[in-house]
């Protein structure tokens, strides 16, 4: 069984890699869902997942799916519970930004480019919340990572955030290579249990797949040890500045020529109001077309569409009429206030330069 | 002058988010440096890395070391190392100090086209980013130079606070790669979309710049005080040595008369010594902090004052 993982790993070719499947974080299936296949042998298993479609496959369920019955199970169960943090690694826009910028401002030759990763651990989750890029030289038979470096910049940047460690470390490119388990080795030495991040610039599938992998050993005990990279799920988290952020920068990427100005005043409340606007005319179109018998009609839609129209609260008109004038008068009063101040400054000037 | 058109947005904007978050929640003013090139008439900030926080038991810490090692460590992976401003969170808006007069002085007097960008989170939580770029106009760039902060040197560089600092206009640009990133973020993201913008709450927000105006208005008002003291002193003491002057003078055609030697004229300025002139920086820059609340206040109940209206018209269908 073991040696099953071994043949998939570093064959590659036949079999097609099922650790590439897309990590979708929507899909928090529990773990106890997965059909039992104690079972059914590792080899017919690994056939079974990769015929059937792929969607969400997790570190967890290849835990689950894949336990050997003979008393190497046992071996092979605290080996992988022991080498895989709890399967989420939250992950800051900050750092793919980042990576994206360095991989932009490599140096020429290279094909991609490594780098350390920052931030926090927790009991479940690692959150990664910075990175730095360090320089190395890749060549066929040889990889070369300035290690001095490295420790400079960590140290430079714990005198800022004295919270964050090295938690790992990325790499840009579609695949993990040989030169990826040397590097691993080394950041092994720095933090335990590195996290390693690939993140494809290359855009070769088409979508910039991002990917979190942890190490674990493998191979009969005794003689060769391999190494094999069990994938994690990657989650985005922002803090809600980031949001508000994030979403600005969405706004650049449907221009043109990409730039944007930063709007003010009236006119954001005018932009959300239209993007609120824009949702109510989608619901609307669907729910025409639920009267209209094209679509047939989800109940739990209709709650949620129940829920929002009662939100509205229900209030005498006279009272919602009280309240909101004594709104508009404070905002008024305030503003005429601000407008006064202003005036009285720039008075008290003039009288000054007189 | 130019407007900032700024090649990898995200990772600055992103960076300094994410700094003030992680570092500045105990109202401390959280700053960095930019890093970035001057292209024609536009300044292109790419980069930025934080400062660490004064702690008292940091006072060996050297300030210019670090920045020195950061800079050359960023010059190794080919990110642009020319220092070109700086940036400081604010909390409401509070900003104009002497303290950001004097770092951004220092800071134009280098590099000519530097900035200081001024993040404000709270605004920004409420729903749309605050980020404006700020410089230091020519006017007071002079005066700055000469250290002459009397009435009279003001009076002459004709300065008044809203010729303090000029805002520089913000373009977001981002590379096409990161543009991808962003469509893949979208994808993959399951943090629904925020809307605190439409958020009807002001009575904190307002009652908080209130307090703050109404602190500034104190200061100012002292200051006025002291500038009339001041000049009530310099008319009292001119009228003093009006009189004494008459005094000898008349002293002076008596003994003539009498004939005896006029008494000689003294020195009348060393008598009495003019009153120290109060500075005016202080209350040039009192004026401008007032002035930038009572734009934000008037910006934020402007915004309100819509919001107020739409649930006007929503409540109407009831």
């Known amino acids: ?354 | 002058w130019p407007d900032l058109k700024d090649g990898t947005w995200s990772v600055v904007l992103l960076k300094i988010i994410k700094h003030y978050q992680e570092e500045g929640q105990g109202s401390e003013v959280v700053q960095g440096v930019l890093l970035g090139l001057v292209v024609e008439d536009r300044l292109e900030i790419t980069n930025c890395f934080p400062f660490p926080q004064h702690t008292e038991d940091d006072a060996d810490f050297d300030e210019v070391q670090y920045q020195m090692e950061m800079m050359r460590s960023l010059r190794h992976v080919n990110i642009d190392h020319l220092h070109v401003g700086w940036y400081q969170s604010t909390y409401y808006g509070s900003f104009v100090s002497r303290a950001l007069l004097d770092s951004q002085f220092s800071y134009q007097h280098a590099i000519e086209e530097s900035v200081v960008l001024i993040y404000d989170p709270i605004k920004t939580a409420q729903g749309s980013l605050s980020l404006k770029a700020y410089r230091l106009t020519p006017k007071l760039m002079e005066i700055c130079k000469e250290k002459d902060f009397t009435p009279e040197g003001l009076k002459k560089a004709n300065i008044g606070f809203e010729h303090m600092f000029e805002e520089v206009p913000i373009l977001i640009k981002n590379s096409h790669l990161i543009n991808a990133l962003m469509w893949d973020l979208e994808d993959k993201s399951t943090v629904a979309d925020k809307h605190e913008l439409l958020n009807l709450s002001s009575s904190n927000h307002l009652e908080k710049s209130l307090q703050l105006l109404m602190d500034r208005v104190d200061d100012m008002s002292q200051d006025i005080v002291k500038y009339n003291t001041y000049s009530r002193n310099q008319s009292k003491q001119q009228q003093q040595k009006h009189q004494y002057v008459q005094r000898r003078q008349q002293e002076n055609t008596q003994r003539q008369s009498r004939g005896e030697p006029p008494l000689p004229e003294e020195d009348t300025s060393k008598m009495f010594k003019p009153p120290q002139p109060p500075p005016r920086m202080d209350t040039l820059l009192i004026a401008g902090q007032i002035n930038n609340y009572c734009q934000n206040v008037k910006e934020f109940t402007s915004q309100n004052l819509g919001k107020l209206f739409m649930a006007e018209a929503l409540q109407g269908h009831n």
């Open chain 1, 1 to 354: 069984m073991l040696t099953a993982f071994v043949g998939a790993h570093v064959s590659g070719g036949g079999l097609e890699k099922w650790w590439q499947q897309d990590d979708n974080p929507a899909a928090e299936r529990a773990p106890s869902s997965a059909p039992p296949m104690d079972s059914v042998r590792c080899a017919a298993t690994e056939r079974r997942m990769l015929s059937s479609p792929p969607f969400g496959l997790r570190a967890s369920r290849w835990r689950y799916t894949c336990q050997p019955k003979t008393a190497a199970r046992r071996h092979s169960l605290s080996l992988s519970k022991m080498s895989v943090y709890g399967p989420v690694v939250k992950i800051h826009p900050v750092v793919l930004a980042s990576i994206c910028d360095s991989y932009e401002r490599r140096n020429e030759g290279a094909s991609r480019v490594i780098g350390t990763l920052l931030g926090t651990i927790d009991k479940h989750s690692i959150e990664v919340t910075n990175c730095f890029s360090v320089p190395h030289n890749e060549s066929e038979d040889e990889v070369a990572v300035d290690m001095e470096f490295a420790k400079n910049m960590y140290d430079l940047h714990k005198r800022v955030s004295p919270t964050e460690v090295i938690i790992g470390w990325y790499a840009t490119g579609f695949d993990i290579t040989e030169h990826s388990v040397l590097i691993h080795e080394y950041y092994s030495r720095e933090a335990t249990n590195p996290i390693h991040l690939t993140m494809d610039t290359a855009l070769q599938s088409g979508k910039m797949s991002i990917r979190a992998y942890v190490s674990a050993q493998m191979g009969v005990p005794g003689k060769t040890v391999g190494v094999m990279f069990t994938p994690l799920t990657v989650k985005y988290v922002y803090y809600d500045t980031e949001r508000i952020g994030v979403d600005l920068l969405q706004r650049t990427r449907v221009l043109p020529n990409r730039t944007k100005g930063l709007t003010s005043d009236l006119s954001q409340v005018g932009g959300s109001a239209a993007r609120v606007q824009d949702m109510l005319t989608t619901m609307l179109a669907y729910i025409d077309d639920v009267l209209s018998g094209k679509v047939a009609a989800d109940n739990s839609v209709g709650r949620f569409l129940m829920d929002l129209v009662n939100k509205v609260p229900t209030i005498s008109a006279e009272d919602f009429e009280n309240m909101l004038n004594s709104n508009i008068n404070d905002l008024l009063m305030v503003t005429y206030l601000s407008n006064l101040t202003q005036a009285q400054i720039a008075l008290n000037e003039k009288l000054v330069l007189l």
